[in-house]
């Protein structure tokens, strides 16, 4: 889709093209093949292009000269050089180091805040892992989902979406998925919520296997299993306001003594993925994708999951709010213990994240490994290919060859 709207855009042939986040929510091969057709076009037709992202790593690769804007005013310009290595605005500053890194994975991210007194100091790191010895609160055995399509009168095509998927997550840890658009990332989490019928395999939870399980007695799972999905501007209801978003769950689950402390728990979580209490009348529209997200992420919040499954929660994010958020997670999951299942074409965030990681493609799990171990050693030659197309953050890399 967004290679066609680019073919749109060139169509009568502009001297300026305005690229207002071309990549966002793509993954990583998805991206370079769409950067690299970008870069051919500009080549090819003379043509200067604003490149609009809040992925600095692309910024530091495509662009020859940045532009820093905060609260609508530009707060910081000059030559991609300069922006990164000797920033001088501290919102620059702090845009630069809210961004996790492969190479450490520090406790707390910093966030605009942690600037505004001068440069926070150095975070101590993170340590990240399974020990073996851990409770599993899931463990998928096999799972598949087939989709059929109708082919001719009578006859019918089945494609397998997921392929004998097996998993564990222990209680307490995160369990990263990655893979291109179309590996099954998505499938494999709705199917794991009974969202789609599975068409094989098992799915047991504190050890109840839920697929065969009737409705009804599935029922009492459905407060202690969330899902952020991947669209916030579809996963919201239109015609609620954020406040009766996040106070119908906990009304339908029996949640506080009443309205009033229904509404006293909404406007909490509200502050707490950094919107203010005025949201809570606020519709839908007139947020932005990335606080309708965070909208979203609240609404899991309400019912304190043992298990929250957050597909692309943060892609829409640019990085300071997406530092908030990825802060949030971790400390929920150190305050309450949950379990994350975190689903994410952004590398570095996964592995910030992940103790774990699953790599997916064509609908089957082709590598699986600890965090740090995938990232040093990959083995599957997918998996290779996948971290070879992340955005090196150089000008002149691959991005720009012909």
Do not use: W
Not at 35 to 42: K, M, T, V
């Amino acid at each position: 889709q967004q290679r066609a709207m680019i073919a749109m855009a060139i169509a009568c042939e502009p001297k300026l093209l305005i690229a207002d986040e071309p990549t966002t929510a793509l993954d990583v091969t998805v991206e370079r093949q769409i950067l690299r057709l970008i870069a051919r076009l500009q080549k090819e037709r003379h043509m200067a292009m604003l490149f609009i992202t809040h992925d600095l790593a692309l910024v530091a690769e495509v662009a020859d000269t940045v532009v820093v804007m905060r609260d609508g005013e530009v707060r910081e310009q000059g030559s991609v050089r300069k922006i990164f290595e000797a920033p001088e605005d501290p919102y620059t500053r702090a845009l630069l180091a809210c961004r996790p890194t492969l190479a450490r994975r520090a406790r707390r991210l910093p966030v605009i805040e942690d600037f505004l007194s001068g440069p926070p100091p150095r975070a101590p790191e993170r340590s990240r892992g399974l020990r073996g010895d851990e409770e599993i609160v899931l463990e998928v055995r096999r799972l598949a989902k087939s989709f059929y399509f109708r082919e001719g009168l009578f006859g019918r095509r089945e494609f397998k979406a997921l392929r004998d998927a097996s998993f564990r997550v222990a209680r307490g840890r995160t369990l990263g998925v990655v893979g291109e658009s179309g590996s099954g990332k998505t499938t494999l989490a709705l199917t794991l919520l009974r969202l789609h019928p599975a068409s094989g395999g098992e799915v047991l939870f504190d050890g109840e296997e839920l697929l065969s399980l009737p409705p009804q007695a599935a029922m009492r799972y459905k407060r202690r299993m969330q899902i952020v999905f991947q669209n916030p501007y579809a996963s919201l209801n239109p015609r609620f306001p954020a406040g009766e978003i996040l106070v119908e769950p906990m009304h339908i689950h029996g949640i506080g003594a009443g309205a009033a402390e229904r509404g006293a728990l909404a406007r909490e979580l509200l502050e707490k993925v950094g919107l203010p209490q005025s949201s809570f009348f606020k519709y839908p529209h007139e947020f932005s994708g990335g606080q309708r997200q965070r909208i979203a992420i609240a609404r899991c919040l309400t019912m304190k999951p043992d298990l929250l499954i957050c597909d692309e929660a943060v892609s829409a994010l640019d990085v300071s709010v997406q530092a908030q958020l990825l802060n949030l997670l971790q400390d929920l999951q150190d305050e309450y213990g949950m379990s994350y299942i975190f689903i994410s074409h952004d590398l570095a965030v996964v592995k910030y994240m992940a103790d774990e990681v699953i790599v997916m493609s064509g609908g089957e799990i082709v590598e699986t490994a600890g965090s740090d171990e995938l990232y040093s050693n990959p083995r599957h030659p997918y998996t290779k290919q996948l971290l070879s197309a992340m955005p090196s953050g150089r000008r002149g890399a691959e991005t720009h060859s012909p």
